[in-house]
């Protein structure tokens, strides 16, 4: 059995509905696995059943969106300077697939 199954056979069984440890213990295995969107519905659930203390659970939250989309952010933007002798404002950021040019 998985980590992640013992944990839903838990809550299944009512164990730990309301503490807000038990849906973060369980969503960090699933963003361990890199399953994030089953983490955030623990996270979801964990906001719908009320669990407390309730500023744990959307702190943990909040700073898991933030860290992936800064990750995202950061793995499709890619800064690039040109060589010394042009103008150091010209930079290239290739974004989504497409090259854009600020100067």
Not at 10 to 28: C, D, E, M
Not at 59 to 64: F, G, I, N, T
Not at 76 to 93: G, K, Y
Request: glycine share 8%; charged share 15%.
């Amino acid at each position: 059995m998985f980590l992640w199954d013992s944990h839903s056979h838990i809550f299944n069984k009512g164990v730990g509905t309301k503490t807000a440890a038990f849906y973060v213990s369980w969503a960090r295995q699933f963003e361990q696995r890199g399953l994030n969107q089953r983490a955030d519905g623990v996270y979801q659930k964990a906001l719908e059943n009320g669990a407390q203390p309730g500023d744990v659970v959307l702190h943990e939250y909040s700073v898991k969106l933030m860290f992936r989309n800064y990750t995202k952010w950061a793995g499709q933007c890619l800064l690039i300077m040109r060589p010394a002798h042009t103008p150091p404002s010209l930079v290239f950021c290739i974004l989504s697939g497409f090259i854009t040019s600020k100067t």
